[in-house]
């Protein structure tokens, strides 16, 4: 605890939001050995003990100046992160001042439980002792620790005058509140424990079942959400530095629940509050990334690729070189927005660095350029469980329309020229057949198709601006225009 | 009596002892404190009509039957004593009875002041060591729940809260968020018939028809529908059979089938409202493996998808699907229904309308007008100057060429031209109108049932 404070002290004598934050990471694998010190025995009253000392009667050694109000908030949020971190041992098997949780003999020596020195009195340690073993380590506990924590650290801008430097401690306590709610969902699906089932509901709700740690979790963040757009102090003060934030974590959040719609609601908030939110650019470039990837994404989902091209080519173009996962993401999206908005295609050394990306990707494009229907039916199927899980599979579909715009346009090229009249230049072949084009979608297709359909298809073609000419339907024939009969192609 | 003008309109002979229960009701030596006349009065009513729909009216012994007084007051103080722990003789506090979000901020308000300010005597410079150890038992309320604190306080709340009960405490009764029952309960009732009501309280079982009787329930209710196709009915008894299920958590091949029979009642009357209610249930089920027709029912999800233009949704459906289930004939169907769509393959989604597995083509039944908007509009693009109308009956599958015609004419009355043996439809002519029209009808996509 000692060394906890330390560090407290020096980031807010030194007003560092980020280390601030850091006192309040819970990264118990890096740093296990810190984490058990500060675990100790697991005694509650020692630990208030040393928080009562270093909070109250060590002013001496304070170099900073806390008014009362900050300093019972910042109390609170020890003293329960404290508790957190113990129920986080527990869980991890890190823990070893009791029989909770796995042991782990590791060699490091944690001291007795004492006081600045002096060992507890025994009938204390019992006590400990006891409080410990009445309990079993689960995620859930963690996260309803945790919550607590993130509840005191949002009452601190609410209650106790933090300032808005400090918000980064929000940042840190919103991000690990998601983590532990995922974890204790899965571990509550893992036991399969039905046994909070809302007896007034007419039908069981399996979506808030299997996911209600996160569900509250997503309540608490937007509640951070809140107390951050909100805030009515000079923009000097003010805590709408933390907006996105608060915001990216709610992105995350709410797509793992599945709930555009509620991204959607935050996307609004933001554009309606946009004159007294800094401009994003006025941002950390890593909140601006992750903020453009998911108002892409989210243009994408609702089929509006020319938007979400802008943002994720934004996010492309802001994003470390050295973030492959990211970049990666960034990609899985904008390549097929490409296709879809300016039919292009990836090239090689775009996807050199990403495997992934290349196994995805080469196959569906190789087939558009050769306009090979087969080839690319083939791509799709077999990449299809990832697209679907990536959500690009509708979209990715699309692409067929291209590989057959190229297949008629080849038709199109066979076909020649008429002959010149008078000498003036050649005109190409404009009134086709219907049969040459069910003959090239058969040989490439690999199937049986009959005219019928093979107008259909084309009637999309022409719909959808892929093509330009009519059909006419009684004499079987493509009437294709004389200027431009396939658009952005050159022919 | 006091009504007589509601009781001949019901045109119902009233026994006498029920003419005696109303006014003892009434009577003013009966008054309990704290239960209003319209409490009564609504709950009199609620008696009296379980009563006449259960046929028991006369059977009932009316004079033993407890006044509606006294009936809210023991509810008040069951859901007062529910959100106590029951086992135990102490009152201890239900955890999320008192526990709510609520108490617990005041208690960390009232806690950070104690640690704030310490008492004078303990503001000496040099703390022994004693004093130190001592000093957070002595704090009113530490921070957390620690073994030996607050315990006394919150059985003083929870003894205040019962003496009020005694006294009529009000606010108390139907409140927002009713204690939770310890596990299922199990049902009592055996009446196979009962109407659909929305709980607002935890059930009573003897309010719940345990499973072996709700077996019977849905053979009774099958036969019904069979017979009398009352779809209002059977829908309302469907809803309670359902409630009783989830209230006793009952999760297994019966309750599957009770699902799966009421989705495809609901799909033949288009309710889909219901029908989605209960495909998200079967859903569920599925996948905590209990058995049923799956197949089927994946494909009806998909279809409703392509239905409501749910495209998270339906990415959704497919990403549910193991490869095994894509090859099922009715599935498969589904799915080529979407990508035809996807593609704008007019002429193969018609085809595949002529051709449904089992109740799917009340699915399709419900967007076929909307494609055939859309198809039309392609059409009239792609198509110069003109078509036979035949053509254009057996591309979007009209039953007659007389129906075609109709569509058309809802539209455009001077699209269609008589040709000697044939009526051709002018494309050429037809501009925007079914471009407009589909934007319209896709704007429409009737989202009812989606929650």
Sequence with gaps: MDGLIRQFRVAYATTNGEQLAETLNPDVHAHSAKFRAIWGRGDHRSMTADLNFLFHQDQARLSIRLSKEETSGWYAIYAVYWKAIGEILAVEGLRNDSKVGRFTDDGISIAEPMIHGVPLPSPLRQITRFRANQTKSSWAKVYDAWKELTLLVVRGYTNHDFENWTIPCLYVTGKHLRLYAMRADAERGLSNDNSAIDDLQDDFDPQAEENKCLEDCARHLNRIFQICASDRAPLEESRKWGVYYAVNLLFKTYFKLNSEPLSKNILRVISAGRSDIPPIDKFPKSQQVTFKYYEGVLAFLEENYVEAEKHLEMAWLMCHKDAQRNLELILTYLIPCRLLTTHTLPSARLLEPFPRLQKLFTPLARAIKKSDLRAFDIALRDGEDEFIKRRVYLTLERGRDIVLRNLLRKVFIAGGFEEAKDGAAPVRRTRIPITEFTAAVQISSGEAIDSDEVECLMANMIYKNLMKGYIAHERGTVVLSKSGAFPGTKV | ?451
């Design chain 2, 1 to 451: 009596m006091s009504t007589p003008d509601q009781q001949q309109q019901q045109k119902f002979d009233w026994p006498q002892s029920v003419r005696n229960y109303v006014q003892r009701t009434f009577q003013a030596s009966n008054e309990i404190p704290g239960v209003g006349r319209e409490e009564k009065e609504s709950r009199l009513k609620e008696i009296i009509r379980s009563e006449q729909e259960r046929g028991t009216m006369f059977s009932t012994n009316w004079d033993e039957m407890p006044l509606p007084q006294q009936l809210i007051q023991k509810e008040r103080q069951q859901a007062l004593m529910a959100a106590v722990d029951p086992t135990t003789t102490q009152p201890k506090p239900h955890s999320s009875a008192t526990n709510s979000k609520k108490r617990k901020s005041s208690d960390f308000s009232e806690s950070k002041q104690t640690n704030g300010s310490t008492v004078p005597w303990r503001s000496t410079k040099a703390l022994s060591l004693e004093d130190r150890v001592s000093k957070p038992a002595t704090d009113k309320r530490s921070l957390m729940d620690g073994p030996l604190t607050g315990k006394s306080k919150l059985q003083k709340y929870v003894e205040k809260r019962q003496r009020r009960g005694d006294g009529g405490y009000q606010s108390s009764y139907r409140s927002p968020s009713p204690p939770l029952s310890s596990g299922p309960i199990v049902g009592l009732n055996t009446t196979l018939e009962k109407r659909y009501l929305r709980l607002t309280a935890a059930p009573k079982p003897e309010d719940v028809r345990p499973e072996g009787v709700l077996h019977h329930t849905l053979d009774l209710l099958k036969k019904k529908w069979r017979k009398e196709n009352n779809y209002n009915y059977i829908c309302d008894q469907f809803k309670s059979l359902r409630q009783d299920l989830t209230v006793q958590h009952i999760r297994n091949e019966f309750t599957v089938s009770v699902y799966e029979i009421h989705a495809r009642i609901a799909l033949e009357k288009g309710d889909l409202g219901e029908y989605n209610q209960c495909q998200t249930q079967l859903r569920a089920l599925y996948r905590a493996g209990i058995k049923g027709n799956p197949i089927e029912f994946k494909a009806y999800r998909i279809l409703y998808f392509i239905h409501t233009a749910n495209r998270t949704a339906l990415n959704d459906a497919i990403a549910d699907l193991t490869t095994a289930e894509k090859e099922e004939p009715p599935v498969k169907h589904a799915l080529n229904v979407r990508s035809a769509l996807a593609l704008g393959n007019y002429h193969k989604f018609f085809q595949l309308y002529l051709d449904v597995p089992n109740m799917g083509a009340y699915l399709m039944d419900m967007f076929i007008k909307r494609e055939r908007l859309a198809a039309l509009a392609n059409m009239c693009k792609a198509f110069k100057p003109e078509l036979k109308l035949r053509y254009v009956t057996e591309e979007l599958a009209f039953e007659s060429d007389a129906e075609a015609a109709q569509f058309i004419i809802d539209y455009d009355q001077e699209l269609l031209q008589e040709r000697g043996d044939h009526i051709v439809f002018l494309t050429g002519k037809a501009g925007q109108t079914f471009e407009n029209a589909r934007a319209q009808a896709f704007r429409r996509v009737d989202l009812k049932g989606q929650i």
